[in-house]
């Protein structure tokens, strides 16, 4: 009997195995066939595998939301012009973008070329090797926004590729598969039903949240269908939106790939690991991967500023030097997305959390749903002390990237602390200032701030008040554009 029973359990279990595979089975052949049907209507897979090389030329308009000169719409809307070039056969990629948004000018590239892989940055006519050339990670973008170019890389990779279901969009059915790219979360892609067509895609990525992709007016080059415009979505908020203005296929790509020779050569840009900095006696910049924090030590506290991302990974690193003391405040600069990630952060360690008066509702709503953080604001300057050591928190709003900014003044150690107007590059000269960072300077004159030294949230390298005055006197390099 007891056999008997056994054998029956595991007849019922090899059962569920099988249904189950059976499941997984059906799921892949699906998606397989949606795949198949999508390449059948962008050319056909021999036109897509026959297609090696891709450049297109675009006009985008970001728009701004989160990141605007103030915390609430209407959003900040800000124009550029670029190129982008695949070579999917040399593994080689260019992207290049020019014009103006948040208080920069901008004019920089990034090309992947095996050993010849630059970042170029032509107003300050610099040219940097790329310390570790990733063509997947570099051309990834780029291919999520070029639909063919999607509908490539899901019929390579079907391997990969399950089967999520069908979903309105816009009134018409859609099936839905995802995949996983060689880099990156995976991603959802929406097929119409009748026509096979890529109407959207989506992603989650962490810290983030939703990005979604909207692909729109078809137009074929050489028997192959381009999205002539493409809209992002961040969240459900229009983030960006990009008109084609030219695309090229099969066409050599080396010309866009060569560094100009006027270009100042400058030492490669190196993998930034988590690290701490010591500033002064008590005074630490921790961070890495281009986000950083100022830890001051008090008599009996902490006080941190800055609120980007990575700020846990960033106290533990303080607790190596500085054990014992509670973080008592945590400093907010201003209001944008990125630089408000950090709150959660510092209510669980139980700070007050400091920002400018006006970006109140906006750090509330960082702390995430539900969660307590105590709160207070700045005006136009609040002071910090121990009686020994003097912190200063000062709004110097407006600039040219925020309507409030508050810096950290230390005055005894001669330290200030910004965000996103003066970042040293982590190599070469100092660059031509932009217009954040004219408004910057302008602001410290008027206040009457003249630090030794200046930290920033987005690089290791500290500046000085004569890196800041030869940054707003150096003319812009001249340098022929490619767009």
């Keep these: 009997m007891k056999t008997h029973a056994s054998v029956l359990v595991a007849a019922l279990l090899l059962a569920g195995f099988a249904h189950a595979e059976n499941l997984t089975q059906k799921n892949v052949e699906r998606a397989r066939a949606i795949i198949d049907a999508a390449a059948e209507a962008y050319g056909g897979a021999e036109k897509l595998g026959a297609m090696k090389s891709v450049i297109i030329k675009h006009e985008t308009v970001g728009i701004a939301a989160g990141q605007s000169r103030k915390p609430e719409p209407p959003w900040d809307r800000n124009k550029n012009v670029g190129t982008d070039a695949i070579d999917f056969e040399g593994s080689a990629f260019l992207t290049e973008n020019e014009g103006t948004g948040g208080g920069f000018e901008f004019h920089n590239a990034t090309v992947v070329n095996g050993e010849e892989s630059y970042q170029l940055d032509y107003r300050a006519g610099t040219a940097a090797p790329v310390a570790q050339p990733d063509f997947n990670t570099t051309s990834g973008p780029f291919i999520r926004v070029t639909s063919p170019l999607l509908v490539k890389q899901v019929h390579a990779r079907a391997h990969t590729a399950h089967y999520l279901g069908e979903a309105e969009v816009d009134g018409r059915t859609h099936e839905v598969v995802g995949f996983s790219m060689e880099v990156g979360p995976a991603i959802s892609l929406y097929f119409d039903k009748k026509t096979h067509m890529l109407s959207k895609s989506e992603r989650v990525l962490p810290n983030f949240g939703l990005v979604e992709y909207r692909f729109h ?267």
């Design 217 to 483: 007016d078809y137009k074929k080059v050489k028997g192959i269908p381009f999205n002539g415009r493409f809209d992002l979505f961040l969240n459900g908020d229009p983030n960006l939106e990009r008109k084609i203005v030219s695309t090229k296929l099969n066409t050599s790509v080396g010309g866009l790939l060569e560094v100009d020779s006027d270009l100042q050569r400058i030492a490669a840009v190196e993998p930034d690991e988590l690290g701490r900095q010591v500033l002064a006696d008590g005074v630490y910049l921790i961070g890495g991967s281009g986000t950083y924090a100022m830890f001051i030590e008090m008599d009996d506290h902490v006080i941190a500023v800055g609120g980007t991302a990575g700020i846990p990974d960033r106290i533990k690193q303080l607790r190596e030097v500085v054990p014992d003391k509670p973080i008592k405040y945590g400093v907010m600069t201003h209001h944008h997305f990125d630089h408000v990630v950090g709150v959660p952060a510092y209510a669980e360690e139980g700070a007050t959390v400091i920002a400018a008066a006006a970006h109140e509702k906006v750090t509330r709503e960082a702390a995430g749903e539900g969660v307590e953080v105590k709160l207070e604001t700045v005006d136009e300057r609040r002071v910090l002390t121990d009686g020994k050591r003097r912190v200063e928190i000062i709004d110097i709003g407006p600039t040219a990237h925020s309507e409030h900014l508050l810096v950290t003044y230390l005055p005894k150690e001669g330290i200030l602390f910004e965000a996103d107007h003066f970042a040293m590059p982590r190599t070469g000269p100092v660059p031509p200032a932009v217009s954040s960072t004219r408004t910057f300077a302008e602001a410290l004159n008027a206040k009457g701030l003249s630090p030794h030294t200046i930290a920033s949230a987005h690089s290791p390298r500290v500046g000085t008040m004569n890196d800041l005055r030869a940054a707003v006197e150096k003319e812009t390099v001249k340098s022929a554009s490619r767009n």
